[in-house]
């Protein structure tokens, strides 16, 4: 048990410094914003670039986790829309929402960092860059198209889906998984000044975006439908690894560190963003809410998959 808390707890005690420093007004809270671009816009796809571009190709792509991280966020993505349509009779906009919340993890911020401790941050990068392609080749469009295109957007399919390929195309972590893709395929030789500068950048990457969780959380506050928020925001760290388990025990092939490291990202709370998503549709209290229950829970559902993770195979 103490190797699981040596792992989580230093994590959580950065999410808490992060509030802590906005609360008693170290750091002005409009700072969070630009050290978060920091994060998405350089470490990270730094980080990424120098963990995969060295590696041989069939090390960089698991199909075999892609499949099951994405089928297991699929079923949890459908798990959210029947909740929310037939159960609790919400609009389309609210079941997309409430369905992304349920798929989609905080990978890059949290579950990276965790991973990191366990495999080591080079692999736990190449995970990543595949939980990636998941979120923003699947989850995301279909979080788009749904509350787009309901009754009174006047939005066409066409419009939709040409906004989401801007997107993707101009998101720093996909376009350096595809430079490093290039360079892992090719052999390419990356120039010692610039491994040398890409190294340094990405160490900035797992602390500072910790920092910023929580300096995100200072401010938000638990409103709105408390039962309905509980359910989504804690349903998120049991639903989504359930899901990713039962997609591993529908296919076989991959290795246990794959079924492990899958797990551990889907046990990871909501991707903050959300309750900037909501803002767009006039949800962003209960999306913050649940941000803000999701987070505090994810302690809990991420030291279960490692003690579970431990238990098993040991790491």
Not at 194 to 203: E, N, P
Not at 222 to 231: A, R, V
Not at 249 to 260: E, F, P, R
Request: no cysteine; aromatic share 8%; net charge positive.
């Amino acid at each position: 048990m103490l190797d699981i808390i040596n792992i989580t707890a230093p994590i959580f005690i950065i999410i808490a410094l992060g509030y802590l420093t906005v609360r008693l007004k170290v750091i002005d809270p409009r700072h969070a914003k630009g050290m978060g671009s920091l994060v998405l816009k350089i470490a990270l796809p730094a980080l990424v670039f120098n963990a995969i571009a060295d590696m041989p190709f069939e090390e960089v792509i698991r199909p075999y986790y892609l499949i099951i991280y994405g089928l297991g966020s699929l079923l949890a993505f459908v798990i959210g829309l029947m909740l929310t349509k037939l159960i609790w009779k919400q609009d389309n906009v609210s079941a997309a929402l409430n369905s992304t919340a349920l798929s989609f993890s905080n990978s890059a911020f949290i579950g990276y960092a965790v991973a990191a401790m366990v495999v080591g941050s080079s692999v736990a990068a190449s995970y990543l860059s595949m939980g990636v392609i998941i979120e923003n080749l699947l989850i995301l469009p279909m979080l788009f198209i749904m509350a787009e295109l309901n009754g009174n957007s006047g939005k066409s399919l066409a419009g939709v889906l040409l906004g989401i390929t801007k997107n993707f195309t101009r998101n720093p972590l996909i376009i350096s998984i595809v430079v490093s893709i290039v360079f892992s395929i090719f052999r390419l030789p990356i120039p010692s000044i610039v491994a040398g500068t890409i190294k340094m950048l990405t160490g900035a990457a797992a602390p500072v975006a910790l920092f910023v969780i929580g300096m995100s959380l200072y401010g938000l506050e638990l409103k709105g439908d408390l039962p309905k928020i509980t359910t989504i925001g804690l349903g998120k760290l049991i639903v989504h690894p359930l899901m990713i388990l039962l997609a591993i025990s529908m296919i076989s092939g991959g290795s246990l560190q794959d079924n492990y490291v899958a797990m551990l990202f889907a046990s990871a709370p909501v991707f903050s963003t959300i309750a900037i998503i909501g803002q767009h549709y006039g949800l962003v209290n209960r999306m913050s809410a649940i941000v803000i229950v999701s987070t505090i829970g994810s302690f809990f559902s991420m030291s279960a998959v490692l003690i579970y993770w431990k238990m098993t195979i040991g790491f």
